[in-house]
């Protein structure tokens, strides 16, 4: 799915993240990682050298984040940036890119679980695994956590123009709604989108039955004549802002960034069910630092780090002990401390294996009608 | 003899940095994606060989007919736009530039130095919002008394379109109508023809070459062309371009992904072989 998730803080240069996705079409297998010291340390025996390559999305984390963490251990942090799960899934399948750290969303664990690319974690040297919170682990994309701790989770939701809309319900019928025909911005996603329309219809949003498929295709060409287009969630978010929208499908971070910023907005979770991800953080096979990734996912992890974490990119916490100190500010916001109620009703994206072309195919029709 | 064969070494001797340049980074590729669009997809990425040609199938669907159907349309579309608006420019800068003549070819390539991408996020800056700078401006002029829908539509797609591509028209344009040879002109009209005639009869014809240039190199990008229909048509129109990126980054079908990318490949070269032999290949041989 996703063409980049988490690119969510705003303004310009930022949107510019976005382009450099299409622009990056062409070079996935292209580039090797600026990994600045990696000719020795590498193997297991002796002590590592002092330094950690990291594979994140762009803006992911706090300012203090990295800094604060070279302070503690003295270990140099290397970051590099994908835009994308495929991108992340294509460099690593190439070989050879020397990271020790990367951030990949739900379902793309699953498929690197099941390409072999990742490296065990080791329990014994995450003391804060304790700080997970019970919802964020053991997930059925990797149900013990071998592979993978939590890094932030999101939604998917509608950002809307509460001043022009009122409060609407929680539900997908106003991106359906004839009135709005002309001002609804859906994701330019072959997962989210669907899925949108087998919540609406009350189904699984990994469903493969082909009828279920056909009844989401029909219902996404019934709302194809009212929408002004599929959008990138960092799209939709400043179209919503500046008023060419009055309902943008978005990611959650984006939302709380555009509510943060303007009264007029609202966010909300529809029923029956909308989508929750996670970015997680795994150790590929091969990674030359496997230790210091250890004490990173540790940091990570971290009461303090954790919150600075949210703090900053406005994306919810897996880390229960992070909670307290996430600012008043954002947890005040529509949507971001949800009712067990409302948490209880969504989903995950996994991944469908075949099915994700049947989703390709599907999307494509839409588009093109 | 001796002679001669030193030439050919020298010659052979300057000629492999393009060589090597060319088999390693065009040749190479190409013959890859040919490779791979015969293979067969893993599900989660990567490729198996071999001969698997339900790829080439695939395309013959009616949904994918109609893609690249559109795409050519297109892509034609703005060709003639791109034609129609750059020509009379090129025109202007060349006979009624005069010492202005290399200030204004600067100015058209000026765009250049920043990248597409920028400038595609500028467009959005100018034509989005109700409160837009574009709707300002409309509404500042009394053109319009109500914000007008101006981002996220078809037209923004060929606005953006003829406004990225104008560039590689009117230089090449400007190139052959440069060479022009004055004389001829007053020739022409000395021998009682009209200026209508003048130009339809002798300058337009003369500056073929650089029509068939300009036109194929407006042609070919816009066929491939991903990045505009998404950001300033909202992706409500499909491309040929964002059907292949799509296969490669979100669908994991690198094999059809590499089946499509090929087909364009001979679609385009059958469309300019086409093109190049209807107004001569001796003109292109010119610029």
Redesign the interface.
Known sequence: ???QKRISRGD?LR??GV?????S?LS?LACQPNTTAQSSGGGGSGPEEKALNLYNWSDYVAKSTIPDFQKQTGIEVTQDFFS?N??L??KL?AGGTGYDVIVPSDYMVT?MI??DILEPLDMSKIPNFENVGKNYKGLAYDPKNEYSLPYQWGTTGILYNKKELGTLDPSWDPMWDPANK?MI?ML?D?RETPGAALYKLGYSVNATEKEQLDEAEAELKKQ?PL?????DST?NR??VI???LLLGHVFSGDAFLALSSNEDLDFVIPEPAATRWTDNMCIPKGAEHPDNAHKFINYILGAKTGAELSNYTYYNTPNEASLPMINDALKNLPGYELEPAVFDRLQIIEDV??A??E???LF??V??S | MGKGRGWTLRLAGLLSPVTIWLGLFFLVPLLLILAYSFGKSG????ITLGFYPGNYLKVFDP?YI??IG?TLVIAVLNTLLCLLIGYPLAYFITFKGGRHKNTLILLVMIPFWTSL??R??AW?VIL?????IANRILQFLHLTDHPL?L??TPQAVIMGMVYSYLPFMILPLYAALEKFDWRLKEAAQDLGASRWHTFWRVTFPLSLPGVIAGSILVFIPSAGE??IP??L??????MVGN???????????WAFGSALAVMLAVLLVGAIMFYVRRVGADKLEEV
Do not use: H
Request: proline share 1%; net charge positive.
């Open positions: 799915m996703v063409f310009f949107t510019m382009g450099a996705v299409a622009g079409t996935v994308s495929e991108e899934l294509a399948q498929i099941k390409s002309g911005g330019n072959e194809k929408l002004r287009g599929y959008f799209q400043p179209s500046n008023g060419d294996g075949r994700t072309r989703y390709s195919t494509t029709s588009k093109s | 599900i989660y990425g990567g949904l109609e893609i559109r991408l920028l595609a996020y959005v989005g919002g109700d409160n837009g829908t981002i996220f991903f990045v998404n950001l048509g909202g992706a409500r129109t499909v059907l292949i990126q799509q296969q490669f980054l979100q669908a994991r079908d």
